[in-house]
């Protein structure tokens, strides 16, 4: 079983994982638990896939209701919720394709409410429970409010189905509910414990007002509450069904069986590695307004026959508003291992997570105790949580034929966050994020480039937002959103491009509020491997009394900076803003980590990549080495010479 460091202070910011003796001792004795134990019961192999199958396919229908009830672009256009099914112990059976870390503690968040909730205001049939609280667990932030519902069969707990989502607005001083000057968490919404907010099927009105009263945007974080009740109805219905087919004991053994065969064969898979140790370092920058230093987040990675032990053991201390709690750090595990260690394998977190021990000291950026502002923890640490976590075990996977393709250089390295909010076109209030960074750029693996603009790999269906839906729904109108030129990492295997996106204020009857948070500027995030090279840097631009308009008036559509004119400014890593009519504001995101010494690929790859403007003819030349003529073809005899001079000029240094 997992070891953790716990937190220390009252239980109700303890997230840890529970074991189910503890769940039992704290159990009333007039909620019986079904039985997860049923060796007896046979499973023949195909109706174990059968019901198996059946398991995700409810997971993914649970998710396609949550996305058509809503009314928030971030989940209706970017797919960042997700929704799950576990066992009567809040075992994670299986995750929906949608954003991993959201859902991978909700079974911290579920042990909590066994624990804590069955004897006052107890556990019932019909009952959904709303949490916003990431020291208890069920989101990585404030934002990530989840709705937990308890399954009954015959009068007994047989699981849980779960659905979660970022929410634009919970409260909070700023906007979007996180501020860079946030000095602890009473700056930002106020975490909500797991409450009662549905009983006997039924929204409790003095709960959910309660909840949506925090809000600058009540009636949709409302319509997203519905949602999600709707999607855990569903599951219910379905789960309901699946039982009358098959009986509930085969169900049940099969939910533990499909843990089991994802511990199993990740065993397997560990025990073909070379047992070692691994490192890897991730800084963010500026952990909260008027803050110039670099925070770092250290793992060291053990592995030893078929157990990782992640040592996160000198990690900096928390600081400002960039921490997350253990959930984040549980998160940023989770969604690294799954995509690298597990895509074959059944996404069950709580059959995968039986292979890690966790050593975590308290009170550091991926472990905040209370009360640390977290309100970006999901998009700071946590994320940074992931990096470590990548790089790590891309660094493991490589040192075996069997496993070396399934390595991956750190993608994009961090969230590049504009939030946005005022009065829109309308005249009505509008609080949103800018979400175009979803469409981060993949590192390269280790015979393979980057896809470029792919998404994020612990969000599998994420996507970018409609532009035309964006102009519609805020006071926005978009200049540019495309693929930069060398942003991917350099490398033998190049990392994925990122993009860019320019907008300006439209129709806004006032100034628009913007919160800017982001890291990556001076210090990489997303470091290569074996000598490939970082993906481009994080920049944000604000120009500011631009001539935006007056070129769209002459119908010329302007896509550089340069041609904006007006006074360019560069924002620091954490600040609040306003846009002016006539303001341009430019955000580029990060791209993936190169794989490889750079001037090891291929030139002919290289004369691809900028006859298609992913590399431009300078960076081929004097980070690829690769000479091109005026038609952009290779000039061999040039490009021997220019690599044997950034050789020549690398031994130089490293004897100097």
């Not at 909840?211 to 219910?236: M, Q």
């Not at 994320?383 to 075996?400: G, K």
């Amino acid at each position: 079983m997992m070891a953790v460091t716990p937190v220390p202070g009252s239980e109700i910011f303890a997230s840890r994982p529970y074991t189910n003796e503890e769940v039992r001792t704290d159990l009333p004795e007039h909620l019986p638990l079904y039985p997860t134990d049923l060796s007896g019961v046979e499973i023949d192999p195909l109706t174990y896939e059968v019901v198996r199958n059946r398991v995700f396919a409810i997971t993914d229908l649970m998710g396609d209701a949550l996305r058509r009830m809503s009314g928030s672009l971030v989940v209706t256009d970017c797919n960042d919720f997700d929704v799950a099914l576990t066992d009567p112990y809040g075992h994670i059976v299986q995750v929906g394709p949608y954003n991993t870390q959201l859902v991978a503690s909700i079974g911290l968040a579920i042990g909590w409410i066994l624990r804590n909730r069955a004897d006052n205001p107890g556990i019932e049939p019909g009952d959904m429970f709303l949490c916003s609280d990431p020291w208890v667990g069920g989101g990585l932030h404030q934002n990530d409010v989840a709705l937990f519902a308890p399954l009954f069969h015959d009068g007994k707990l047989f699981g849980w189905t779960a659905a979660v989502a970022h929410q634009l607005d919970v409260g909070g001083v700023s906007p979007g509910s996180w501020t860079p000057r946030a000095e602890d968490v009473f700056w930002e919404s106020l975490p909500m414990p797991p409450i009662k907010v549905v009983r006997g099927g039924v929204i409790q009105c003095d709960v959910e007002d309660a909840y949506v009263r925090r809000s600058r945007i009540p009636k949709l974080v409302a319509l997203d509450l519905r949602a999600k009740v709707g999607a855990n109805k569903l599951g219910h219905e379905r789960i309901a069904e699946l039982i009358r087919k098959f009986d509930a004991d085969t169900v049940q053994q099969v939910m533990q069986l499909q843990m089991r065969d994802a511990e199993q064969r990740l065993r397997d898979r560990l025990a073909t590695i070379p047992d070692g140790t691994w490192t890897a370092v991730n800084h963010q920058e500026q952990s909260h307004t008027g803050n110039r230093e670099a925070h770092a987040i250290r793992l060291k990675l053990t592995k030893t026959g078929s157990d990782l032990l992640f040592d996160f053991t000198g990690t900096d201390e928390q600081s400002g508003m960039i921490n997350c709690t253990f959930t984040g750090l549980y998160g940023g595990i989770i969604s690294a291992m799954m995509p690298l260690l597990c895509g074959d394998l059944p996404w069950a977190p709580g059959g995968i997570m039986r292979c890690v021990d966790i050593i975590s000291e308290p009170g550091t950026l991926n472990n905040a105790t209370f009360p640390a502002a977290v309100g970006k923890g999901s998009v700071a640490s946590s994320w940074a949580t992931t990096n470590v976590v990548m790089e790590c075990l891309s660094q493991m996977l490589d040192t075996h034929p069997s496993t070396r393709s399934s390595v991956a250089s750190v993608c994009c390295g961090s969230w590049d966050l504009s939030i946005v909010a005022g009065l829109n076109q309308h005249g009505a209030p509008f609080a949103t994020s800018i979400l175009e960074p979803m469409a981060g750029g993949f590192g390269a693996g280790s015979d393979h480039d980057g896809v470029d603009t792919a998404g994020l790999p612990f969000i599998p269906m994420g996507k970018v937002p409609d532009v035309e839906m964006n102009e519609f729904s805020t006071p926005l109108l978009y200049l540019w959103r495309r693929e930069e030129t060398d942003s991917g990492g350099p490398g033998r295997y190049r990392g994925g491009l990122s993009g860019s996106v320019a907008f300006t204020p439209y129709h806004s009857p006032a100034p628009i509020y913007q919160v800017i948070s982001g890291s990556g500027k001076a210090v990489s995030m997303n470091r290569g491997l074996a000598g490939g090279h970082p993906g481009a840097a994080q920049e944000d631009i604000a120009v500011r009394g631009s001539d935006a308009a007056e070129l769209l008036a002459r119908g010329e559509l302007p896509s550089t900076v340069a041609e904006l004119g007006g006074t360019p400014e560069f924002p620091s890593n954490q600040e609040e803003s306003l846009l002016q009519q006539g303001d341009v504001y430019v955000m580029r995101w990060q791209g993936g980590g190169g794989y490889g010494d750079p001037v090891l690929r291929d030139p002919e790859l290289v004369a691809t990549d900028v006859r298609e403007l992913k590399v431009s003819p300078d960076a081929a030349r004097t980070v690829y080495g690769v000479v091109l003529d005026d038609s952009f073809t290779v000039n061999a005899t040039a490009t021997a010479a220019c690599r044997e001079a950034v050789r020549a000029d690398r031994r130089n240094r490293v004897q100097g």
